[in-house]
């Protein structure tokens, strides 16, 4: 019988090319298959399409608390020495998850409410406007996207999607790996081994780590030391399954065939690799299926599939995480934390300059989106009252820190445009995803100006010259070269129900009216627009009812008109369109992306978002959504 007397001893990353190569030359790299499946199914399972909202969580305003729901109005001036007496007509007993009736805005704890009798109540303290209210989308905002393609399902993001009314997700196909142990001493499990026999039991362990990695694990039965068996098994497992591991044989000894049966069957790429243990690893082709000749000692069994299999089964599945681990890193805004009580924080986390960044996500029992898009946990002791701005953290990543390096930290003014922008930017291979943290045009500008974010996302109108963002970036970026490139055009405006059924044409009717106001947060760029006209309209900010009642996103703000929670917003013309509102255009702004010269100089990630901004792909699926224009998409407006 001719067989192999020598092994090659090339390097690792050398047997990978000549690995795959060869499998690109026969047709058989690993491609993803897609299939549908329940999201109770899913999990574990990996996205190959990005999932956005088709629900608003809540989709109706409710109460958070047990209590009584009233109107906040009512309630002023109540004190421990003016309590106030609610008779019937006043309030309504509610429970928590229940509709709030239209006619209130505030639920009252049950433990605060005294009874008077069995129709009456007394309150001895004022109540806020929605306080203990769960507003109409105040979890989630459709159409906001929850999970990025390339993403593991996890237990945890079923809550968002169900609650967003998502039933089925697009997963990939799990790849089928068949395992052949081969060997004449080979005797099953739980058979009584006899003197020269072997349990089999490498096809357990690595079973169990094939599942665990994403492929779907099937132990074919033991084969003798015969070539023709050999061969045989192998032919067969060829046609249904994707991977094809040979268990033991791989080396040059009298009855190690599987080198013989590779070449024979189809081809051998690489015979022994300068790795200890699994130097006598094979790896080859057959019937355009990967196949992989494992040493059959367990140590050597096991690194080698780590190096070579694994990979597979990720090109199989598009995955691109791994276990988490722990970093240092940096919190990015200053965190209050009640003493005796240890807080797990969850956090956004990015690399920036070769530091970790950790961003608080929303905090709050009922926030399950927050759960979902955090890359970490940062613990806070119970004897702290919290952390400061720039404080060292330790964090527990939940996403793994290859990708965590790769994250790209987009700070500033919030848009859905972006998350598309993300979303394209994660179907191309080695990248990683983009976070956005919503926190205002400048809000974003100083995040950027302490090394909190890659990029700002701004559109600050400078009142004297009428230009956005060259007054606000002067201000807060001094001192820092930085390239402000185009990315959409926008309209803002005011944002109303169906048919404007009061009429509004102009922000003094607001205030005329005295109709009920949303607003979008302190240092927001929409805020800044706001305020900019009441100012030039002589119109005083106290004669806008709700003017303090703020909102962090467009989305959310259109949410709050829909629901009825108030009769018009501010905000923009696609948050209005893609909630089926109506819009009163008020003026076109630039939004525009910052990038500072030594992020666009280290960043290969930044980088390539700023190309992707030319491609004529993206452009058209942002322009689709109505109110973008993207003629000026990815130009440099200016450097400073």
């Given at each position: ?280 690893v094979v790896l080859g082709v057959s019937n ?252 005083d900010l106290r004669n806008i009812n709700g ?57 290969e990630q930044v980088r390539k978002l700023i ?30």
């Amino acid at each position: 019988m001719d067989r192999r007397y020598y092994l090659d001893n090339i390097p690792l990353m050398l047997a990978c090319e000549k690995f795959y190569d060869g499998l690109r030359r026969h047709g058989a790299f690993p491609s993803i298959k897609t299939e549908t499946v329940p999201i109770i199914e899913s999990v574990g399972r990996i996205l190959t399409s990005s999932v956005f909202a088709n629900l608003s969580a809540p989709f109706i305003t409710t109460s958070a608390m047990d209590g009584i729901a009233l109107k906040a109005s009512d309630t002023y001036g109540v004190s421990e020495t003016n309590p106030k007496v609610l008779m019937p007509d006043d309030f309504e007993w509610i429970n928590t998850g229940q509709p709030l009736p239209s006619i209130y805005d505030a639920v009252v704890m049950i433990e605060n409410v005294e009874r008077v009798d069995n129709e009456s109540v007394l309150l001895r303290s004022p109540v806020a406007p929605y306080q203990h209210v769960r507003k109409i989308a105040e979890d989630i905002a459709a159409p906001e996207q929850l999970i990025s393609r390339g993403s593991i399902i996890r237990p945890i993001d079923l809550a968002p999607l169900g609650a967003a009314g998502i039933a089925e997700v697009e997963v990939a196909v799990k790849p089928k790996v068949a395992l052949i142990p081969t060997g004449s001493e080979l005797v099953q499990l739980g058979q009584d081994p006899e003197p020269g026999n072997v349990i089999e039991f490498n096809s357990i362990f690595l079973s169990a780590m094939i599942e665990s990695w994403g492929g779907t694990a099937s132990v074919l039965n033991p084969v003798p030391d015969e070539v023709e068996k050999i061969k045989a098994s192998l032919n067969k497992a060829t046609e249904t399954f994707d991977i094809i591991l040979i268990i033991a044989g791989s080396s040059a000894g009298s009855k190690d065939f599987t080198y013989k049966v590779i070449d024979e069957c189809g081809q051998v790429f690489v015979h022994g690799v300068a790795i200890r243990p699994g130097h006598p690893v094979v790896l080859g082709v057959s019937n355009s299926a990967p196949v992989v000749g494992l040493p059959g000692y367990p140590a050597s069994a096991s690194t080698t599939s780590e190096l070579f299999v694994k990979t597979l089964i990720k090109e199989f599945t598009g995955e691109f995480f791994d276990e988490g681990d722990f970093v240092q890193a940096k919190i990015a805004r200053k965190v209050h934390s009640p003493m005796g009580d240890e807080e797990f924080l969850r956090v956004t986390v990015g690399k920036i300059n070769g530091d970790y960044v950790a961003t608080p996500t929303a905090r709050g029992a009922a926030m399950t989106f927050a759960m979902s898009r955090s890359d970490g946990i940062v613990r806070i002791p119970a004897e702290s009252e919290g952390v400061d701005e720039g404080d060292p953290v330790k964090t527990e990543l939940i996403r793994p820190r290859h990708m965590i390096d790769k994250t790209t930290i987009v700070s500033g003014s919030h848009d859905i445009a972006l998350d598309v922008l993300g979303t394209k930017l994660s179907e191309y291979p080695g990248t990683g995803k983009m976070v956005s943290t919503n926190v205002g045009s400048v809000g974003g500008l100083l995040a950027l100006s302490k090394g909190y974010a890659h990029i700002a996302a701004s559109h600050l109108l400078d009142e004297e010259t009428g230009e956005y963002n060259i007054g606000a970036v002067k201000r807060h970026l001094e001192g820092i070269k930085v390239h402000v490139f185009n990315f959409v055009g926008r309209t803002q405006g005011l944002i109303v129900k169906k048919g404007n059924p009061l009429n509004l044409k102009s922000v003094q009717d607001i205030a005329d009216i005295r109709c009920n106001f949303i607003n979008r947060q302190r240092g927001s760029g929409t805020r800044l627009l706001f305020d900019f006209l009441l100012n030039r309209n002589g119109i005083d900010l106290r004669n806008i009812n709700g003017y303090e009642s703020e909102e962090y996103t467009h989305w959310n703000v259109a949410a709050a008109v829909g629901s009825g929670i108030a009769d018009v917003g501010v905000g923009i013309m696609a948050a209005a369109t893609g909630n089926d509102l109506d819009f009163i255009p008020l003026g076109n702004e630039k939004f525009q992306l910052i990038v500072p010269d030594d992020v666009m100089n280290q960043n290969e990630q930044v980088r390539k978002l700023i190309e992707l901004l030319k491609e004529t792909e993206l452009r058209s699926e942002i322009a689709s959504i109505g109110g973008y224009d993207v003629q000026a998409m990815g130009d440099l407006d200016f450097t400073i």
